[in-house]
């Protein structure tokens, strides 16, 4: 089963009134609501700055432990710096709500299994890439100063390859941010406003392939991703499976070579709209197409990290905005949920949504998965 792929280039290029470029902001909503992901095609985005930027980050996370871990900031909820291996824990492991909708997936399509699951052993590292926010935020912690890493070798370069790769991924997902408001019937702007001064974060995630290179070894347990959109670039090593909700069915995922980028739907997306789009379940995992890459890069770049990289960016609406349901969406959101009774979403098990600050919203989510006290 493929993932949609959505042309940004179409409606970057088109007048936005036109029949052709609506046509495909419809197809974005429709994608994220049936998928809760998508494919984006944006010209663009280079696959040159996308190596540039794996080398890099191959190179940071090959450190010893003690010069990573200089670079941590546990005070501020890890949200700056670097996030150490078996530190942040899937939510789906003991959120109740989500073990339903697990139980609810034909025993074929489930996740591997993270009941007894420790830990992640991924690392991660969080490169700020938001406009300050022209006033007094409420939530200081979550819009703090970059940390550079420490070590020589990568000081002079980190910043430049880091705002390059970094513009990119949040040029394309801005953009696909306006095209999802208009086909949903809403003013293109809705979102990309809310989220001017958003914390948004380049979020390379780090996994050690020598030490975790075995087969059905979990990377990053069953979960949903916090904010509003999460943009991915092509990652050297496969293993990312995502759900798709009309059909509970797990999909490998493969971004094609090119200008294409992996989007998924956040928990921020779905509590804006009330659940009419709803934050897409997805996994990392060792498997046997990972195995086969891993024996490939064995042999053709010897001196290489042996290090599976993702190349994220996650997008965040403002942390002082309020996050409330657009009411114009709740009863089409309804509606939707009474069609997906029977796959462990239905209005007895529904999300409330209720009004908060964004902030507080995130604050909520890294305590589940112990990142805050």
């Known amino acids: 089963m493929d993932l949609p792929v959505i042309d940004l280039d179409l ?5 936005r009134d036109s029949e052709d470029v609506i046509r495909e902001c419809k197809k974005a909503a429709d994608a994220l609501i049936v998928y809760g992901a998508l494919i984006l095609h944006d010209s663009r985005v280079s696959e040159d700055d996308n190596s540039t930027f794996l080398d890099l980050i191959e190179d940071y996370f090959a450190q010893p432990e003690e010069e990573l871990k200089k670079d941590e900031r546990p005070e501020l909820g890890y949200q700056i710096g670097v996030t ?9 492991a003991v959120d109740e709500p989500c073990l339903k909708i697990i139980e609810a997936l034909e025993p074929s399509e489930r996740p591997l299994d993270i009941t007894a ?34 070590a020589p070798f990568l000081r002079q370069k980190w910043p430049s390859i880091m705002a390059k790769w970094g513009v ?12 999802v408001a208009i086909g949903l019937g809403i003013s293109a702007e809705t979102f990309s406003k809310a989220g001017r001064y958003g914390p948004h974060l380049l979020a390379p995630t780090a996994s050690d392939l020598v030490k975790y290179g075995r087969k059905d070894t979990i990377l990053a347990g069953f979960h949903t991703d916090l904010n509003f959109l999460t943009i991915h670039g092509r990652s050297r090593y496969p293993g990312l499976h995502v759900w798709a909700r009309n059909t509970g069915k797990r999909i490998p995922v493969k971004i094609p070579p090119g200008n294409n980028l992996l989007v998924q739907a956040g ?7 009330g659940g009419l789009i709803k934050a897409g379940f997805h996994e990392v995992v060792v498997n046997d197409q990972t195995l086969a890459v891993i024996e490939k890069r064995k042999e053709t770049f010897p001196d290489r990290p042996l290090i599976r990289i993702s190349s994220t960016f996650f997008w965040h609406l403002s942390s002082d905005y309020d996050l409330i349901p657009i009411p114009v969406l709740i009863d089409k959101a309804r509606d939707l949920r009474k069609d997906h009774v029977g796959t462990g979403e239905s209005d007895t098990v529904q999300a409330v949504y209720l009004p908060m600050k964004v902030g ?11 990142l805050l006290a």
């Open 11 to 15: 409606f970057l290029t088109g007048p």
């Open 117 to 150: 699951h420790a830990p992640d052993p991924k690392c991660r590292f969080f490169w700020k890439m938001g406009e300050i926010p022209p006033y007094n935020t409420e939530f200081p912690g979550l819009n703090a100063s970059n940390v550079v890493p420490e």
């Open 168 to 179: 990119s991924m949040k040029s394309a997902v801005a953009d696909l941010a306006d095209m």
């Open 360 to 370: 507080q919203q995130v604050r909520n989510e890294l305590k589940h998965i112990a």
């Open 267 to 273: 928990k921020q997306l779905e509590h804006i709209t």
């Open 84 to 92: 150490l291996e078996n530190t942040e824990k899937p939510k789906c």
